[in-house]
């Protein structure tokens, strides 16, 4: 029996270990996907083991995208520009770090119907999905990216990480305040939720990150936040009459990047699509 799973943070659901399951299953590879929940003073040790013969590779989620980079053999040139990965594969004992978190996120556009060439976007948050989600907008030709983040030095440095991998892309960085918003949203076609807010199960569940007076219709509204399939944030935006979209799309896509380079497989996207959402309509995760 081979072995993949999901590193996440400590008490964090896994939906990965359903549809990813299923794709196994539907391709009759005989594997196992788990989850493991793992603590940061156990990060080291933990992708350590990804290196056993019979351990295909892993995902990566929250909050270890940034921390696993160091700690892998080989990186792919998104990871280098990124700053983070969300795929290990185990190579003969040989760890190479993906981010197949660009590729999801821009299969959602694409499923939206959103063209990113000229768009001037929004992102709330700062870590290892926003990474992700500048550079896919710059290479998508986006005009400018205003990432706003609680913690204005966490913006900045992103910012300033990620400003010689986006071209002609304008970046820039603010605090999470109410003017900030005020200036990020005017005008803005697209805005991107990044950060765990409006997560179910948690403390911030009926909270935004962003101001609901400041969406327009005019937005694509993106969270990437999957459960609930409707934030607080999206019933704003469509209060709105703004056009929005879930995290689910991203999340399929971006595992399906996963099962291709673990595999060498097409994923089969109807399969891993029909498994998660069985698998929240259960209440599983």
């Keep these: 029996m081979q072995y993949a799973g999901v590193i996440?943070?400590?008490?964090?659901?896994?939906?990965s270990r359903f549809f990813q399951q299923a794709a196994f299953d539907a391709l009759d590879?005989?594997?196992?996907?788990?989850?493991?929940?793992?603590?940061?003073?156990?990060?080291?040790?933990?992708?350590?083991?990804?290196?056993?013969?019979?351990v295909l590779g892993a995902n990566v989620t929250i909050p270890h995208k940034e921390a696993c980079v160091?700690?892998?053999?080989?990186?792919?040139?998104?990871?280098?520009?990124?700053?983070?990965?969300?795929?290990i594969l185990n190579d003969e004992g040989k760890l190479r770090g993906y981010n197949t978190d660009v590729a999801g996120f821009l299969g959602g556009l694409t499923d939206a119907r959103?063209?990113?060439?000229?768009?001037?976007?929004?992102?709330?948050?700062?870590?290892?999905?926003?990474?992700a989600v500048v550079i896919a907008l710059a290479q998508g030709g986006a005009a400018s990216v205003v990432v706003v983040n609680r913690t204005l030095q966490r913006a900045q440095r992103l910012v300033g990480e990620l400003r010689g991998h986006c071209?002609?892309?304008?970046?820039?960085?603010?605090?999470?305040?109410?003017?900030?918003?005020?200036?990020?949203?005017?005008?803005?076609?697209?805005?991107?939720?990044?950060?765990?807010?409006?997560?179910?199960?948690?403390?911030?569940?009926?909270?935004?990150?962003?101001?609901?007076?400041?969406?327009?219709?005019?937005?694509?509204?993106?969270?990437?936040?999957y459960r609930p399939a409707e934030t607080r944030l999206l019933r704003d935006a469509a209060a709105a009459g703004a056009t929005t979209l879930g995290?689910?799309?991203?999340?399929?896509?971006?595992?399906?990047?996963?099962?291709?380079?673990?595999?060498?497989?097409?994923a089969p996207l109807d399969v891993m699509m029909k498994a998660a959402r069985g698998a929240i309509d259960r209440g599983d995760v």
């Design 247 to 266: 995290g689910l799309p991203m999340l399929i896509y971006q595992g399906a990047a996963s099962f291709e380079i673990w595999t060498g497989q097409k």
């Design 70 to 87: 160091p700690l892998m053999d080989e990186l792919d040139t998104l990871v280098i520009k990124v700053g983070a990965l969300n795929t």
């Design 167 to 225: 071209g002609a892309t304008e970046l820039r960085a603010l605090t999470d305040t109410r003017e900030s918003w005020e200036a990020a949203a005017a005008g803005a076609g697209l805005l991107v939720n990044c950060t765990s807010l409006g997560s179910a199960g948690t403390p911030e569940e009926d909270q935004s990150p962003v101001p609901s007076d400041l969406i327009s219709s005019k937005m694509l509204v993106y969270d990437l936040v």
């Design 8 to 15: 996440s943070g400590p008490g964090k659901k896994s939906l």
């Design 29 to 54: 590879i005989g594997a196992k996907y788990e989850h493991w929940p793992t603590p940061v003073d156990a990060l080291e040790v933990r992708v350590a083991g990804l290196r056993a013969p019979n």
């Design 114 to 131: 959103f063209e990113a060439s000229g768009c001037r976007a929004v992102i709330a948050g700062a870590g290892g999905a926003a990474r």
